[in-house]
């Protein structure tokens, strides 16, 4: 087991108001799996993935990656723990605009030791399976959005991390880019056995994950897995779980 | 790809951004290095600067500098780094440790740093010179202007930077290690309060606020007066007002602006325009957050003008205060030694112009018609009485006064305090005894007939020549401890004084005198001087002030990017959201100055008189070249926000 999560909680707020976001949840991830996390907005999606992810500390709980729990690491245990182990892809993308494509991409791997030749061929390899090769040389101003996600995918893979976040990575893009960019992801999960742990509202972006998880109210509703499904049943499996959770989908007659 | 050549890469792309915090950190080290060199160059300070007092003024100065040198790039450092925070979540996520980010800020800070450092120290270097060359003219003094690059100045202005750099980097430590990283990637998502209801607390203090500035003007008026009633009170006066005021703008900034701004949203009724979404709301809110730095820049802003104000009235008024209390060329004491200068000059051809003229003393008295003069309990004098030179108008050229009437020449303002004359009250003159004799002041002047040393630096009366007469037949009992003075002896120089004519009188076997030339060289160059320490400063604040406000202001553009882009794809042109920017920066901009310029207006007027003879002039010039100087900051503004508009869609 990759990543193991037991009992986590989340709050916020002072000793007398508080909000209790994350209501202990356990989470389980293997390696090489891909996992959509849904949920209606304010069941803590984004909160869970920040936990996850290191970007957020838990108040209580923990959170073993290979069997380290981390939420008791210090700052620089933790940030060689990032740069080796985690990758990140986020909605707005973060991209730095002074920067090109292919320097945001190689961003990983300039904090550590690699020769210049490994790195190259690192990027050949990711940027080339994301189609993104070709706009090396540009600014993030002047690509597409769809091509801005692209590249904050490849740099979220170029350092081979085991697990990527990624915080509605779809979330900006048009549909057309969106089912382009999740092929990749899924591609690039399956040739490189990078786990992804996704956080999404769109069934078509759960669809292409081996399992979906429902939160509801800062709890674990149900889960969902793929199996031997075809794409379109699993989507409407998804689309129907929805439903029943009271989310988003209310069928007018 | 090395991480610090993507650092580098990094910094020099986004050296657009930092290009006004560049020029700030470069001027800065400028004005500090070139008020070093000018300290520190004895030839120079030799030159102008003959005594202590004016070398601990240079170094008053130079502190000073460097406090709002420090204060102000502590101010810049945070607002950048805030602005950056995208960046360094970034390296966060992707692995770095805070120890490391720290050094990329270390190292980025560090080129930032020594670079406007080196820059700083070359300009400077020329603008000492140009500053030594304006500060020559200001004085009035002729000098070749030549300047040695000091190493010490070099040292000593290295050594003041290298520890504000370290200042800086335990700011950004701090920064660093209090914040989270989840509070990084959020940061440019949570604004300043906004959308607070605005409840009575907020109506009554901002009433407060406008009450308590407005009484700190009420008495800063009547200060003067109520002091001389008990000059105690005098310190107590002076605190009570600086609290009022400060306090007062504080809550002004904090309760009033909002609340002014509110009720002008109210009056609206829901019908907000472009304009009102951009300036009025938005300032309202952004106000009652800034509030302490907008106090600091008004009040900064008030003190400087202040300052440039009074020390330019000084300059501005040399020549009339020397009218007034030098009226001739040279003084000498009796006509023997008149004679001699008169021999000596001739004899290097020059000619002079004798000047021999009589005058007396006589009391005049307090009347319930004249309440100008001070009653005499309050003064400490013995009686309502009080002497004063009169003279004929026969006896001096020019004058001619009608029998009853008076004239009063050498009245400076500041004298008021003891006695004022003014136009149509009447003057008693008293033998202190039965014979006294009234007459009407008919005109004044703030030109003498008399140096301050023979009129104790009162006005002096004349009157004509019937009434002179009257007077001097009823003159008191010669019961005084000492001879008054009633004899003038003084010449001109036919054609206008100059320096060799100074330098052959004074000779140490010669008679003493006293030269206007000398003593108008010795007031410009004092008053030069003040006036040239004080502007650099006011100039020094301008500079720092303005930076401050266009740097929140571009921290605000950045937050409000959204609305910009909202506001054009609801079909506002760029031109329309400009004009509501530009409402924008006059608010923004405005406020502070204008509070600043009233605080200043009062505190100058009233005290301007100890420093000069004309108040409006010099403040008025002063005012208006700190304001234009002023607006640049908030046009450099209007070009941003231009900037972004014009891209937001």
């Keep these: ?253 | 790809m090395k991480l610090n050549n993507l650092v580098i890469k990094n910094f020099l792309r986004n050296l657009k951004n930092y290009a006004l915090y560049i020029f700030a950190l470069v001027f800065s080290v400028a004005l500090f290095f070139s008020l070093l060199t000018l300290t520190l160059d004895e030839t120079a300070m030799e030159e102008i600067a003959g005594s202590t007092p004016m070398t601990a003024l240079f170094s008053v100065g130079s502190v000073t500098v460097v406090i709002i040198i420090i204060l102000f790039v502590m101010f810049a450092n945070m607002i950048f780094i805030k602005r950056r925070h995208k960046e360094l979540a970034l390296f966060q996520l992707i692995g770095m440790n805070r120890n490391k980010i720290f050094r990329i800020l270390l190292l980025e800070n560090f080129l930032i740093y020594f670079g406007s450092l080196i820059g700083g120290i070359v300009l400077g270097f020329f603008i000492s010179r140009l500053l030594l060359m304006l500060l020559l003219k200001i004085m009035r003094v002729d000098m070749m202007v030549e300047m040695n690059f000091s190493l010490t100045a070099v040292v000593i202005t290295a050594a003041v930077f290298v520890f504000i750099f370290i200042v800086l980097m335990i700011q950004n430590y701090v920064f660093l290690r209090r914040s989270s990283l989840i509070k990084m990637l959020k940061l440019n998502k949570t604004s300043e309060s906004t959308g607070k209801p605005l409840g009575k607390m907020t109506i009554v203090l901002g009433i407060a606020g406008i009450a308590m500035i407005a009484l700190g003007y009420y008495m800063s008026q009547t200060m003067f007066e109520r002091a001389m009633e008990n000059p105690i009170m005098l310190p107590v006066y002076m605190v009570g007002i600086l609290f009022l005021t400060i306090a007062g703008t504080y809550i002004t900034f904090k309760y009033s602006v909002a609340f002014i701004l509110n009720m002008i949203r109210k009056s609206k009724n829901g019908h907000v325009n472009v304009n009102d979404v951009l300036s009025v709301t938005s300032v309202m809110f952004k106000m009652r957050s800034n509030a302490f730095l907008l106090t600091a820049i008004a009040v900064i802003t008030a003190i400087s003008i202040t300052a440039m104000s009074l020390s330019y009235i000084t300059y501005y008024s040399t020549d009339k205060m020397l009218d007034s209390t030098t009226p001739y060329d040279y003084t000498v004491e009796n006509s023997e030694d008149l004679d001699f200068y008169e021999k000596l000059l001739s004899d290097n051809d020059y000619e002079i112009d004798r000047i021999e003229k009589s005058f007396m003393h006589y009391s005049i008295v307090r009347t319930d018609e004249n309440t100008d003069l001070p009653e005499g309990e309050e003064t400490g004098m013995d009686s309502n009485e009080i002497g004063i030179v009169v003279a004929s108008d026969k006896e001096f050229e020019g004058f001619d006064v009608a029998e009853n009437e008076t004239k009063a020449t050498g009245t400076l303002a500041i004298l008021d305090i003891l006695v004022s004359f003014e136009e149509g009250n009447p003057v008693t003159f008293t033998n202190g005894a039965d014979f006294d004799r009234t007459v009407e002041v008919t005109d004044t002047t703030s030109d003498g007939i008399l140096p301050s040393n023979l009129s104790f630096g009162l006005p002096v009366l004349i009157i004509d020549d019937a009434v002179y007469q009257e007077l001097a037949d009823n003159q008191p009992e010669e019961n005084e401890e000492f001879e008054m003075p009633s004899e003038l002896y003084a010449f001109n120089i036919v054609g206008g004084d100059n320096d060799e004519v100074l330098e052959m009188m004074d000779k140490e076997e010669h008679p003493s005198f006293s030269s206007k030339l000398l003593d108008y060289k010795e007031m410009t160059q004092m008053s030069g001087m003040m006036a040239f320490i004080v502007g650099f400063l006011g100039f020094a604040f301008l500079l720092t002030s303005g930076c401050i406000l266009y740097f929140k202001q571009i921290d605000e553009c950045e937050e409000e990017k959204g609305s910009y882009k909202v506001l054009r794809k609801l079909g506002f042109s760029e031109g329309e959201i400009l004009k509501g920017l530009a409402l924008k920066m006059i608010i923004s901009f405005g406020i502070p100055l204008v509070i600043g310029l009233l605080h200043s207006l009062f505190a100058v007027k009233s005290g301007w008189f100890i420093f000069g003879i004309e108040m409006w002039t010099p403040t008025l010039i002063v005012m208006g070249v700190y304001t234009v100087l002023y607006s640049i900051f908030a046009l450099m503004s209007l070009g941003y926000y231009r900037k972004i508009v014009r891209k937001s869609i």
């Design chain 1, 1 to 253: 087991m990759l990543l193991k999560a037991t009992d986590i909680k989340k709050s916020y707020g002072n000793k007398f108001n508080r909000t209790e976001v994350l209501k202990g949840i356990d989470i389980n991830l293997n390696k090489g799996e891909f996992v959509s996390i849904m949920g209606a907005s304010g069941s803590g999606k984004t909160t869970l993935l920040n936990v996850l992810s290191s970007i957020d500390n838990v108040t209580s709980g923990h959170i073993y990656i290979d069997g380290v729990d981390f939420t008791t690491l210090k700052d620089k245990k933790l940030a060689d723990f990032r740069k080796n182990d985690l990758g990140f892809i986020f909605q707005d993308y973060n991209l730095l605009d002074t920067l090109s494509v292919k320097e945001n991409i190689m961003l990983p791997l300039s904090i550590r030791s690699m020769s210049k030749k490994e790195a190259e061929a690192q990027f050949d390899s990711v940027a080339g399976q994301l189609g993104i090769k070709e706009l090396a040389g540009k600014y993030p101003g002047q690509i597409s959005g769809g091509q801005a996600q692209r590249t904050s995918a490849a740099r979220a893979f170029i350092h081979q991390p085991k697990i990527i976040f990624a915080d509605e990575p779809t979330g900006a893009l048009d549909s057309k880019s969106a089912s382009g960019l999740l092929k990749k992801l899924q591609q690039l999960n399956e040739t490189l056995n990078t786990s992804i742990l996704m956080v999404t509202h769109d069934p078509t972006a759960a669809s292409f994950s081996h399992r979906v998880i429902f939160l509801k109210d800062g709890q674990v509703y149900t889960s969902l897995s793929r199996g031997e499904m075809t794409q379109d049943a699993y989507y409407s499996e998804i689309l129907d779980t929805q439903r029943v959770l009271g989310g988003v989908v209310d069928e007018a007659e």
